[in-house]
């Protein structure tokens, strides 16, 4: 699978219809999208990939694995 990965604010709650400038129309089933966004937990980025067949996933993940690793360095140091 093709990887593309979404950094950036676009697409935050309350400025949801936002979404990186991409050629959505070339992706394809082969491609899986990261959004590091997780409110809303579907963004525009997201629909519009999941329209062209794309596999899509929010930034959730990544923020509960931050605060577990967090909570970690900060009760056994």
């Given at each position: 699978?093709?990887?593309?990965?979404?950094?950036?604010?676009?697409?935050?709650?309350?400025?949801?219809?936002?979404?990186?400038?991409?050629?959505?129309?070339?992706?394809?089933?082969?491609?899986?999208?990261?959004?590091?966004?997780?409110?809303?937990?579907?963004?525009?980025?997201?629909?519009?990939?999941?329209?062209?067949?794309?596999?899509?996933?929010?930034?959730?993940?990544?923020?509960?694995g931050q605060?577990?690793?967090?909570?970690?360095?900060?009760?056994?140091?």
């Amino acid at each position: 699978h093709l990887r593309v990965l979404h950094p950036t604010p676009l697409g935050t709650d309350p400025a949801s219809a936002a979404c990186p400038d991409l050629p959505y129309d070339r992706l394809t089933p082969a491609h899986c999208l990261f959004d590091l966004v997780y409110n809303p937990a579907v963004t525009e980025f997201m629909k519009r990939g999941a329209a062209r067949g794309a596999r899509t996933c929010n930034g959730l993940a990544m923020l509960t694995g931050q605060a577990e690793a967090a909570w970690d360095i900060w009760n056994n140091g």
